[in-house]
């Protein structure tokens, strides 16, 4: 049985793959800024503020002693808001790198003690097409999902030697809490602008993790799949 951390597990695309694991018989480990309502006997939840780096250690503190070792890590959670350059306040910049940029950092960096035993250990880090579409409003958005990709590449070679891979995957607009606030024209603008037009669903993204988490994919490190054919 697989050990399955998952952050940001309480909503979104963290809940979809907290569900997904469990139904394919991993335990996870979730955890997120507040409770959960997700109920299995193969599943634990921890309230971490991802921004906190005390938390974040303490969490894996407390895995280290419980369970000892893991052999996934999907960092997932993430915010976004859509302003303009100009217009974009402090504090939500802030806030939006400290969550999408230094979360997942803190995350990786605590989680390889763990991971160095697994022997078939994953990170899958969650990046955007906002990245290569360079989409206008979501210029900090962008800039921090280009950020965890730079980090996914050097985590790979960094953590290659300990049998880490580390690769993320970008997913084309799916209907979320992390979209509820867009335009709908906007919405559509950006689904027109992929090949693939339409939205993406719970599917699409388990099937590039499932992919990357897989014993087979020890070759495959260092990688960034955006979904809706955009490159």
């Not at 940001?8 to 394919?24: D, N, P």
């Not at 802030?94 to 390889?112: K, Y």
């Not at 499932?210 to 070759?219: H, R």
Request: glycine share 8%.
């Amino acid at each position: 049985m697989r050990r399955v951390v998952i952050t940001g597990a309480t909503r979104g695309i963290g809940l979809m793959l907290a569900q997904h694991y469990l139904e394919r018989g991993d335990e996870v480990i979730g955890c997120g800024r507040t409770p959960s309502s997700l109920s299995h006997p193969n599943y634990t939840h921890r309230c971490v503020d991802v921004t906190l780096p005390d938390e974040v250690d303490e969490f894996f503190d407390e895995l280290s002693g419980r369970v000892g070792r893991i052999d996934a890590l999907i960092n997932n959670a993430g915010i976004a808001s859509m302003n303009a350059l100009a217009l974009t306040p402090q504090e939500t910049a802030r806030r939006i790198v400290d969550t999408n940029v230094l979360g997942p950092f803190w995350f990786t960096r605590a989680s390889v003690r763990l991971m160095r035993g697994s022997g078939t250990a994953r990170i899958v880090n969650f990046t955007s097409v906002a990245v290569p579409l360079c989409l206008e409003g979501e210029a900090i958005y962008a800039a921090s999902k280009s950020a965890v990709e730079t980090l996914t590449r050097i985590a790979a070679r960094e953590l290659a030697p300990f049998g880490i891979t580390c690769n993320a995957v970008g997913p084309s607009p799916i209907q979320t809490g992390l979209v509820a606030g867009v335009p709908p024209q906007k919405m559509q603008a950006l689904i027109a602008a992929q090949p693939i037009r339409r939205w993406a669903v719970a599917e699409d993204v388990t099937n590039i993790v499932d992919f990357f988490l897989k014993p087979e994919s020890s070759m495959v490190t260092g990688q960034v799949i955006y979904l809706g054919g955009v490159a």
